[in-house]
């Protein structure tokens, strides 16, 4: 838990092919609440888009983002390398930002 208080931003990996991914989801969202991380910056990462089946996939997809209205959200399939350059393009202003407040010098430095 101590690497969830120190850390600069959470990704939350979420099995979307585990018929109990939505009860997990919850169990981790409320054990961040309490420890006093739920405000950490949090991309959820649904996982194993490639294990579903074309009709259930969209469905599934669809559904979590109308319930969860996450606009940072990232649906990828870890396995077959799916939408991993999403997740990358998501994550790389949370760790900009806040390398820009640990070294705010940075941009003025010549070894840039």
Same mark, same amino acid.
């Given at each position: 838990? #101590?690497?969830i208080r120190?850390a #600069? +931003?959470?990704?939350h990996? %979420?099995?979307?092919?585990?018929?109990a991914?939505?009860?997990q989801?919850?169990? &981790?969202m $409320?054990t961040l +609440?309490?420890?006093?991380? +739920?405000d950490?910056?949090? %991309? *959820? &990462?649904y996982n !194993?888009i490639?294990v579903?089946?074309n #009709?259930?996939?969209?469905? $599934? %997809?669809s559904? &979590?983002?109308k319930?969860?209205?996450d606009?940072? +959200?990232?649906?990828?399939?870890a396995?077959k390398k799916? *939408? %991993? #350059?999403?997740l $990358?393009?998501?994550?790389?202003p949370l &760790? $900009?930002k806040?390398h820009?407040?640990?070294?705010? *010098?940075?941009? !003025?430095s010549?070894?840039?």
């Amino acid at each position: 838990m #101590d690497e969830i208080r120190e850390a #600069d +931003a959470l990704l939350h990996v %979420i099995d979307i092919s585990s018929p109990a991914h939505e009860e997990q989801y919850e169990i &981790v969202m $409320k054990t961040l +609440a309490e420890i006093d991380c +739920a405000d950490k910056p949090t %991309i *959820n &990462v649904y996982n !194993k888009i490639d294990v579903l089946d074309n #009709d259930k996939s969209s469905q $599934k %997809i669809s559904w &979590v983002k109308k319930t969860r209205r996450d606009p940072t +959200a990232v649906y990828i399939s870890a396995h077959k390398k799916e *939408n %991993i #350059d999403l997740l $990358k393009a998501k994550l790389l202003p949370l &760790v $900009k930002k806040r390398h820009y407040q640990i070294f705010p *010098n940075y941009l !003025k430095s010549e070894y840039r």
